[in-house]
């Protein structure tokens, strides 16, 4: 962890510097230790936090058109924020316009702003359990688990107003006579085995966009 930042600037490094990981990387083997247990338990926490939205009535999630693109950005997120434990790399401008063009998603297809923070808060809470149990597991010290659950919750406030913004954005230029916005196209391989977490190919956002591209001809 880079020394002397509170838990909000981390989160802001996590979420708006540039990608690779800093030259002067310094963490304590607990905070490594701590991103790898989160990286593995990735796929398991997207899942719960589906599971969690389900239950708690937002069946626009679970969608044909929304659940992949929610799916893919929980997982994004995660994933983010144990690489960044482990070696201190914030997200890539193609990650943080992938968590932005959901929002981008929400206002062409009427998902509102609120069922867009509600997920964010679901994936918010679930992120902690499972970090919490790691904790307790790998008898993390304090002062790192205090940063850690931090840098979840900041994370969660700072891709809520991503996504915000690009809604706000997309419901101004949203007209008959407005362009079209072009597809964002990302390839980012998944990690096999979790070691080094890296980032989904989210193919439901081309094809959607594209879609709807057409239907304006």
């Known amino acids: 962890m880079r020394r002397g930042l509170p838990a909000g600037a981390l989160s802001r490094v996590l979420l708006s510097k540039s990608p690779g990981a800093p030259a002067t990387f310094s963490a304590a083997p607990g905070q490594i230790v701590l991103g790898q247990a989160l990286a593995s338990r990735v796929t398991v926490a997207t899942r719960l936090t589906a599971d969690a939205a389900a239950a708690a009535g937002l069946i626009e999630l679970a969608s044909r058109?929304?659940?992949?693109?929610?799916?893919?950005?929980?997982?994004?997120?995660?994933?983010?924020?144990?690489?960044?434990?482990?070696?201190?790399?914030?997200?890539?401008?193609?990650e943080r316009d992938f968590i932005g063009r959901l929002g981008v998603m929400a206002a062409r297809y009427g998902l509102s702003l609120t069922t867009l923070t509600r997920s964010y808060f679901l994936w918010r809470d679930t992120n902690l359990r499972i970090l919490n149990e790691e904790i307790v597991r790998l008898g993390i010290a304090p002062a790192i688990s205090d940063v850690a659950r931090m840098i979840i919750r900041s994370s969660a406030d700072t891709g809520i107003m991503r996504m915000a913004q690009a809604f706000d954005n997309q419901v101004e230029v949203s007209s008959p006579l407005a362009p079209a916005i072009p597809p964002l196209r990302v390839s980012v391989p998944l990690s096999a085995e979790h070691r080094q977490p890296q980032l989904l190919r989210p193919p439901v956002f081309e094809d959607q966009l594209r879609a709807d591209q057409s239907g304006r001809m």
């Open 65 to 94: 058109r929304f659940a992949r693109p929610i799916h893919d950005v929980h997982n994004l997120m995660t994933r983010a924020i144990a690489r960044f434990l482990m070696t201190g790399q914030g997200t890539t401008d193609v």
